[in-house]
């Protein structure tokens, strides 16, 4: 075999000399750049990508998605961009079973100190039948062909079979053994629409393993999605079938209900290691700010409840629950929050905190912003302290995705008033800057919100369909700054935003027009619509 130095020949060589059922090494692959960006409304900007893909090999994971080359120019750039810039970890580029696709994937991988082609074809009876309109033999002959192409290009080959968990299994295996023959190294088994349970995810990798000739020479991979919550369950069993590779992505991010979230994935591994014997090589520590990042660059907010990395993850309210923390930590928590990298709330500087003292701070929290940026973060976060008593990191944090988030912006908010009724109509005045322009508009609505996005609506001069509205609050206390999401549809495109103000409306008026300015720029909507083809 040819490939050299790869994670597949260290894990098989280390599973080889270590007791299996003890310490059985799990590779993470994680596509949070990919199928997390298929996630309506994530889409991510080339900074962004660089930034998540960094802090991924950082943290150890084994394989990065980086993304699906032939969907955009946006999306070849963000891959090739990662793969040159990658120090560990293996940069993985999507394609279809098309050679077009194949090629493209190769070009933007092949600076990668270690790349890999992923590619996939269906191969469920109704796949085949609606969407790709071929016969089995037809698939057969694509799956040799393309893995094939694949292999000529590059050693590391991934081949998936689209929504294999509704494939027959005998089906199923005659792919698998002929995209082995082919040269795939890594053999993906997705349950693409998340409908499997884990007795029948465990049980597919149990079969499947014993039926194909030479499965002991590749790896097997779990891709699971979460339509019916249990991605991260059936991963697991997927794992004890035999999978030595979990496909997730950071917070679950990803297509329709998401992929199984790299973070309760580790976790489980780590800390039932009683009962699954296996390890990652995840540096756990790295969970929690992963997972901020994500979410602000994806405009994605994490559920309070979230497992591992929500607000309430290590949040304790009842009385009992309480007083059992305070007598020994234990009682109530399985895992420490310092072992995810959470750390508790700390006031952080005030109005007289300089600048130095402030450069540092944003260090500590992995941004490295160039003069100007700073000098704007430094004046927003001057004029925060002015008005708020405390500043939290969590402030700053929001402060400075806020300002990164919407850095490029073309139309921005230059000052608004809003009235406030009991009854009748509110009304707004707002100026906005639209790509140098100064435009004034004046509208009313039935509610401040409805009359800011009024207003906004008539400055552009556009109707885009407001999918979702919300606001948090950054930290406690009343005045605590608002962070607002908002999500938007105009033409087939979907868009995020989010924006974060100590004034609510403030925030919600810049969440519009973060969304509003992502819907302009063209990016995304041509990966969702390569992926519609297959
Ligand atoms: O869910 C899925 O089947 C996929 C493939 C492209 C691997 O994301
Ligand atoms: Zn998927």
Redesign the pocket.
């Known amino acids: 075999m040819t490939i050299e130095h790869t994670k597949i020949e260290q894990i098989k060589g280390e599973q080889k000399e270590q007791n299996p059922k003890k310490s059985d090494r799990i590779l993470i692959f994680d596509t949070t750049l990919r199928?997390g960006e298929q996630s309506p409304g994530a889409t991510m900007t080339l900074q962004e990508k660089l930034q998540i893909a960094e802090l991924l090999d950082e943290m150890g994971v084994d394989i990065i998605e980086a993304g699906f080359p032939i969907a955009s120019n946006g999306d070849f750039e963000a891959v090739s961009q990662i793969a040159k810039r990658s120090k560990n970890s293996v940069i993985a580029g999507?394609a279809r079973a098309i050679t077009g696709d194949i090629e493209r994937a190769g070009e933007a991988v092949k600076h990668a100190k270690r790349g890999r082609i992923h590619t996939?074809v269906s191969t469920s009876p109704i796949h085949l039948a609606h969407q790709m309109k071929k016969t089995q033999e037809e698939v057969l002959e694509i799956i040799e062909k393309t893995v094939t192409q694949a292999r000529n290009l590059i050693d590391d080959v991934e081949w998936?079979a689209?929504?294999a968990t509704r494939t027959p299994l005998e089906y199923l295996a005659r792919c698998t053994e002929a995209a082995i023959k082919a040269g795939a190294t890594t053999i993906?088994i997705?349950d693409?629409v998340g409908f499997s349970t884990p007795e029948d995810y465990y049980q597919l990798f149990v079969d499947l393993i014993e039926m194909v000739p030479d499965s002991d020479k590749v790896i097997f991979s779990t891709?699971c999605?979460n339509d019916l919550g249990l991605a991260v369950a059936n991963s697991l069993a997927g794992v004890r079938g035999g999978a030595r590779q979990v496909e997730c992505t950071i917070n679950g991010l990803g297509?329709r209900a998401g992929n199984a979230a790299l973070e309760e994935m580790v976790m489980s591994i780590r800390t039932r290691a009683d009962v699954m014997p296996y390890h990652t090589g995840i540096e756990t520590t790295h969970l929690a700010k992963i997972s901020k990042v994500v979410s602000a660059a994806a405009n994605f907010p994490v559920q309070y409840n979230k497992a591992i990395v929500g607000k309430n993850a290590f949040a304790h309210e009842s009385g009992i629950h309480q007083d059992g923390m305070l007598k020994n930590a234990q009682t109530y928590e399985i895992m420490t929050p310092e072992s995810v990298g959470i750390k508790s709330t700390s006031l952080v500087m005030g109005k007289h905190s300089g600048r130095h003292a402030f450069k540092e701070k944003l260090r500590g929290f992995g941004y490295d912003l160039g003069d100007n940026r700073f000098q704007e973060v430094f004046e927003r976060f001057k004029s925060l302290a002015d008005r708020k008593k405390n500043v939290y990191d969590e402030d700053i944090i929001a402060l400075v995705d806020d300002e990164i988030g919407s850095a490029g912006d073309l139309i921005k908010l230059v000052d608004m008033e809003v009235v406030s009724k009991t009854s009748g109509e509110h009304r707004c005045d707002m100026v906005l800057d639209v790509e140098g322009e100064t435009i004034s508009v004046s509208t009313q609505g039935s509610g401040s919100v409805d009359a800011i996005f009024n207003a906004i609506k008539k400055g552009v001069k556009a109707n885009p369909h407001l999918l979702l509205y919300g606001v948090d609050a950054v930290t406690g206390g009343t005045d605590a700054q608002a962070n607002a999401h908002v999500r938007l549809e105009m033409d087939g495109r979907i868009a995020s935003g989010r924006g974060a103000e100590p004034d609510t409306l403030v925030a919600s008026a810049k969440a519009y027009l973060n969304a509003y300015n992502r819907l302009m720029v063209e990016r995304g909507a041509s990966a969702q619509g390569a992926m519609a083809k297959n």
């Open positions: 199928d999507l996939f998936s689209m929504d993906n997705p693409t891709h999605h297509e």
